[in-house]
């Protein structure tokens, strides 16, 4: 089987590994990765991204000339995609841009143009109800009639593109798993002595944006409402709310529990969910956000939860978004925004270790079944091969 993926998502290279393990599940099966010649993600990293050519035998990543350089939906590649297709004749075509995105609509077009007959799939992460107008709204509708086979990262996302007409397969997953080789367990005693949290002391975690969304105000007043004074909260992020965190822990009079750590490197985050006894996500859905399509915020995967799940950290999380379909019985989930509801989910580990110990295995065992790389490409595989079936 040859499968073809193209996404700008694909130009850091860690964020391969899904489709790396995929080309080493069978012999017969080749995964070319196409990725823009040149990709400017804007944020931190303000600077153009120039992709290089990977050949390693069975995965292959071939950047491609492309148009638009900073916008997901308007992304479009040149002539050398045409000469690509020609020469690989893929089986199963998969865009990860979404349901609108103009490159979607171009690999479908030279699908049927070069007659290459192969599958076509989407992936999204989209998970609000939205509004188009003609012609986006044309242009779905074409992407939607010509898809054989949709991925997307939530529920919420699969019942909305259900709702607006598609009736095809359906796939719901993450796109980028965890490597548990990096997030695997490994108990932290020298950073939590540098962190100045005790031995005999509870680490309470988030690891994320600090914004309004993320629902750490509720985390500290949860916290705040403990019985117990032996804990410590131990937030690794950053983000415009920082200042006005460090005033409410104070206003609570828990800033002496509150541990803020800014960004650290990728490679050292394990260390620090390993450092906390618990991870909590208390996210909050929020309706002041607006699109031009759409008004809102909800959770759309959590991928923190399935890293500390891979480090065997018990997970609590709020019910926004996808967040209680990824941890189902593997943690423990509370109605957002109810800060009685979190603190009494906190007090269940830290109370009770036996109850700790038990969804830390029970989320280690989900992770190792459902997220890690290895285990994505599992599933896309099966996938694939329902489609080619049809």
């Known amino acids: 089987m040859k499968i073809l993926v193209a996404s700008h998502t694909y130009i850091v290279d860690l964020n391969r590994e899904k489709l790396r393990a995929l080309a080493k599940l069978e012999p017969d099966l080749e995964v070319t990765v196409v990725v823009p010649r040149k990709w400017r993600p804007g944020g931190v990293q303000n600077q153009t991204i120039i992709s290089e050519f990977i050949d390693e035998g069975s995965f292959k990543v071939v950047p491609v000339s492309n148009f638009s350089q900073n916008h997901q939906g308007l992304l479009t590649f040149g002539w050398d995609l045409i000469e690509l297709l020609r020469d690989f004749r893929p089986d199963i075509i998969q865009v990860e841009q979404g349901s609108r995105a103009l490159a979607y609509t171009q690999l479908i077009l030279l699908n049927q143009f070069l007659g290459l007959q192969a599958k076509n799939c989407f992936f999204t992460w989209w998970n609000l109800p939205y509004t188009l107008k003609w012609p986006i709204s044309w242009l779905e509708e074409y992407n939607l009639r010509h898809t054989d086979g949709l991925i997307v990262g939530n529920q919420d996302g699969a ?30 005693p020298e950073l939590r002595r540098k962190l100045q949290i005790a031995d005999d002391e509870f680490a309470i975690g988030f690891v994320g944006r600090f914004v309004e969304e993320k629902g750490l105000f509720t985390l500290l007043s949860a916290a705040a409402c403990l019985p117990t004074q032996n804990w410590k909260l131990l937030l690794l992020g950053r983000g415009p709310m920082k200042e006005k965190l460090l005033a409410t822990a104070k206003d609570l009079k828990i800033e002496d529990r509150l541990i803020l750590v800014e960004s650290v490197p990728h490679d050292r985050v394990p260390d620090y969910i390993n450092s906390m006894d618990v991870l909590v996500l208390p996210s909050e859905t929020s309706y002041k956000f607006q699109t031009l399509t759409a008004v809102g915020w909800k959770e759309q995967f959590g991928h923190v939860l399935i890293e500390a799940m891979a480090c065997q950290v018990p997970v609590i999380g709020s019910n926004s978004g996808e967040i209680p379909h990824v941890i189902e019985e593997a943690g423990l989930v509370f109605p957002e925004k109810d800060i009685k509801a979190l603190r009494d989910s906190l007090r269940l580990p830290i109370e009770k270790p036996e109850v700790a110990h038990l969804i830390a295995k ?23 091969r329902e489609l080619i079936k049809k």
Not at 371 to 383: D, G, I, P, V
């Open 362 to 384: 029970r989320g280690y065992k989900r992770a190792m079944e459902n997220y890690t790389n290895e285990a994505l490409a599992k599933h896309l595989l099966s996938f694939y």
């Open 159 to 188: 019942d909305i593109l259900r709702d607006r007409g598609y009736r095809g397969a359906i796939k719901i997953m993450p796109q980028l798993g965890v490597d548990p080789d990096l997030f695997c367990p490994k108990p932290q």
